[in-house]
């Protein structure tokens, strides 16, 4: 019966702590995105589609402030569900390298 209360007791407390899906960087678009408005002053930088398979594809976006530097790397799946898969500081636009030489 002890061994059983305690199993019953850590399975309780590894449920209570781990994240929430929330905490993991997943929402839906507008949720992350009014947040990144509101709370980080972040605008849309850039944008592509990533084609994960023939037939799904997802999309990129990088927001940032420009002034402070801050940036966030969102990928959204066709259900409308975005995930932050990064972030951070002294975010900054690069020249584009003249015509027919790159970086």
Not at 35 to 63: H, N
Not at 80 to 92: L, P, Q
Request: glycine share 8%; charged share 20%; with cysteine.
């Amino acid at each position: 019966m002890f061994k059983r209360l305690v199993t019953a007791a850590l399975l309780s407390g590894m449920a209570a702590t781990a994240p929430p899906a929330a905490a993991m960087g997943c929402a839906p678009r507008d949720h992350i995105v009014e947040r990144l408005k509101d709370r980080y002053l972040e605008a849309p930088t850039a944008a592509g589609l990533e084609t994960t398979s023939e037939t799904r594809q997802r999309m990129l976006e990088i927001w940032s402030n420009p002034e402070n530097g801050s940036y966030t790397v969102l990928l959204t799946d066709p259900t409308g569900i975005s995930c932050i898969v990064g972030y951070g500081s002294e975010f900054r636009v690069l020249e584009a390298p003249p015509k027919g030489e790159l970086g």
